[in-house]
């Protein structure tokens, strides 16, 4: 049983499965999905309904038009933003339950500005030299189930 709460922030994600997918992630977790800003697709979308099977009863999701508005609303709490541009391990962070975790539109990522606002926040997963990045589910997967296991 899992007894920590985190929250998961999708900034304009761009692909309905990883979208269902990390939201039956969020389901079986217990965390908050947060959609922010332009959705790249409906969230009537057949793929986002495929993906999130039926877990779509058991996943809280919330819509921001944009970031301020939901940092705003949570003004104490820690917000670390996912990126590969930072040298900043994941690994080396002490999470506390609450805390936010944002990723990027799969293509392109978070805006350089909002990564260099908050760059002690700027964290990343590891991977080979040479390689773009992992699959957005992967990450908030990764991310999130090391926030849990930290957190008993």
Known sequence: ????KFNIVLYEPEIPQNTGNIA???????????????LGFSLSDKYLKRAGL???DSVNINKYNNLDD???EFPNSDF???????KNKYTGCNFKE???FVFGPETRGLPESLLKKYADKAITIPMADGQRSLNL?????????????QNG
């Open 54 to 56: 039926d877990y779509w």
């Open 70 to 72: 939901l940092l705003n």
């Open 80 to 86: 670390y933003y996912l990126t590969t541009k930072s």
């Open 137 to 149: 589910s992967n990450s908030v997967a990764i991310v999130l189930y090391e926030a849990i296991r």
């Open 24 to 38: 039956r992630l969020c389901a079986c977790s217990g965390a908050d999905l947060y959609l922010v800003g332009k």
């Open 98 to 100: 609450g805390d936010f």
């Open 1 to 4: 049983m899992i007894n920590s």
